[in-house]
């Protein structure tokens, strides 16, 4: 009975994707996996004394450009939280969002004889994306900034042109230029499919998809003709920053790959997905001079897990000059059963000592801080990304899902060669929680699930795929297997429903289970 109602409900998924087929195809950006949003508040103090931009509700880690502009007869003094610390003096900066709403104030003094504000406040360039491609160089730009817009298109597509929000041609070519206005704006780029194109040789075994996504604030495209590439293959990519915006490197989910604008690479053996990050640095009155790369940089990734698992958490270090000693702070949420005992040091790491010290957790942001130094070891300046140290993360059986856990590092000193200290770069991670078998992160195990994963394995994009917790039979591969045994989940969970309320599941005729259970996916099984 259990591989019947499995069957009736998988039966039920492949119609529903059938009547999907027709469905628009939009590969803008989705979003991040295992991300959840939290709102950035932002106010004027007072409220006469100028505006405030950037506020809106984003996921956990993300950079948000932040803007305030005094109003005639004031001047801006700083930003600071709703306790009063105070998080930047400059008028327009990249804030990192954390995991709980947030309120920050914009602080302004009546000056009478200020000079007017120089720099106008910029506004949103959005590109849209039709289906058969993908689009990049929207960002937060200037009146009569030149700003570099750039589509790219699938196999099997090709190009029409820029359009307006009215339907107004703006550009035929694919790669171009636009000139910031002083309002929002929005261009959609269209695509026709032509599947006699001569770039489309048909779909090839060895043959496997490169896709690549931008941040705002820049683009990217492939040197090859094809976004699909032989496996082996060399290819290049590019990644291009615009006016107020730089090149933060390249990353294959959450983990980073490379800072390299060319990078060259084999195509591997199967599809891959590239995203560029830009950081919005503008160069304001109040930040003079030229934008500095950090000597040493450090990047904790965002790792998904779900519940009665233990996942393994790396610091990763990018060192541009010899490194002696090291002594940084990690703060995590209380709730993550963090095990100290058995971090295991890299390659590179492994002939320093690590002392950890234990902060307590601290009363104003409710993190649990961890002091660790390293030393007695030596790192070269190669510039290249390493793994410092790994720790496990023990998640319980009962743990929250559909949440995510901030990690941070800060407290930071390095020691350079010949004795000076100075501190480094960081990126912040996080650990998100989901349900096995939760592949579009809503929080619950259902049908809608197992269409995700047949959705993305037959090729179509979905707004949110979770593979980690698609992953159901654990083989690093998401396969119609996959979506078969989170059928089997939804069975399970339902057991204790009676009849009556599974109503649905009765009306599953004796055809339709013998149909399915003959189809091509289970043949091939």
Not at 260 to 280: E, I, V, W
Not at 298 to 303: A, C, D, I, R
Not at 419 to 447: C, F, H, P, W
Request: aromatic share 10%; glycine share 8%; with cysteine.
């Amino acid at each position: 009975m259990k591989r019947i109602i499995s069957l009736s409900l998988l039966f039920m998924l492949l119609c529903g994707m059938t009547a999907r087929a027709q469905d628009d195809f939009n590969p803008t950006n989705p979003s991040e996996p295992g991300a959840m949003t939290t709102k950035l508040k932002l106010l004027a103090d007072p409220e006469e004394g100028g505006s405030v931009s950037g506020a809106g509700a984003y996921v956990p880690g993300t950079n948000v450009s932040l803007y305030a502009s005094p109003s005639s007869g004031f001047k801006f003094i700083n930003w600071t939280d709703a306790a009063g610390n105070v998080i930047s003096t400059n008028q327009s900066f990249s804030y990192t969002k954390n995991d709980r709403t947030e309120t920050l104030i914009a602080h302004f003094s009546f000056n009478p004889d200020a000079p007017n504000e120089p720099d106008q406040l910029p506004t949103k360039l959005t590109l849209v994306a039709g289906e058969g491609g993908y689009v990049s160089g929207g960002g937060f730009y200037k009146e009569g900034v030149s700003v570099n817009i750039y589509a790219s298109t699938y196999s099997g597509y090709d190009f029409v042109g820029w359009y307006y929000a009215d339907g107004t041609l703006y550009s035929d070519k694919n790669s171009t230029t636009f000139t910031m206005v002083d309002h929002a704006l929005t261009l959609n780029a269209r695509f026709l499919f032509n599947p006699d194109s001569p770039s489309e040789p048909g779909y090839i075994n060895s043959k496997h998809k490169l896709r690549l996504v931008a941040e705002e604030g820049g683009t990217v495209y492939i040197s090859n003709n094809s976004d699909f590439i032989n496996e082996g293959t060399e290819v290049t990519i590019y990644a291009n920053s615009n006016s107020g915006y730089q090149f933060d490197g390249w990353y294959n989910g959450n983990e980073f790959v490379s800072n390299a604008t060319p990078y060259t690479f084999s195509m591997g053996a199967s599809d891959l997905t590239l995203t560029a990050h830009f950081n919005f640095m503008p160069q304001t009155p109040d930040e003079p001079g030229e934008i500095k790369q950090r000597t040493f940089s450090f990047t904790l990734y965002n790792v998904i897990t779900k519940p009665d698992a233990t996942v393994q958490f790396p610091i990763f270090l990018t060192p541009r000059a010899t490194l002696k000693d090291m002594t940084f702070q990690l703060n995590f949420r209380p709730e993550l059963n963090v095990d100290f005992e058995n971090v295991v040091l890299g390659e590179t790491t492994e002939p320093y000592k690590v002392y950890c010290e234990d902060l307590g957790v601290d009363e104003v942001d409710g993190l649990h801080g961890y002091k660790y130094t390293l030393t007695g070891g030596t790192i070269e300046g190669d510039n290249k990304v390493i793994p410092i140290l790994t720790f496990p993360i023990i998640i319980p059986a009962d743990a929250e899902t559909a949440t995510s856990h901030q990690i941070k590092i800060n407290q930071i000193s390095m020691t350079n060669e010949d004795g000076s200290t100075q501190t480094a770069g960081t990126r912040n991670g996080r650990v998100s929680i989901y349900k096995l078998g939760d592949a579009n992160g809503d929080d619950e195990v259902n049908v809608a699930d197992a269409e995700t994963v047949v959705d993305n394995v037959v090729g179509k994009q979905v707004p949110v795929f979770i593979k980690e917790v698609a992953n159901v039979d654990g083989n690093d591969e998401v396969d119609i297997a996959d979506a078969v045994k989170i059928v089997n989940l939804i069975v399970e969970n339902t057991q204790g429903l009676s009849r009556k309320k599974d109503k649905s599941l009765q009306d599953i005729s004796k055809r339709q289970i013998e149909s399915i259970s003959k189809s091509d996916i289970f043949l091939k099984k």
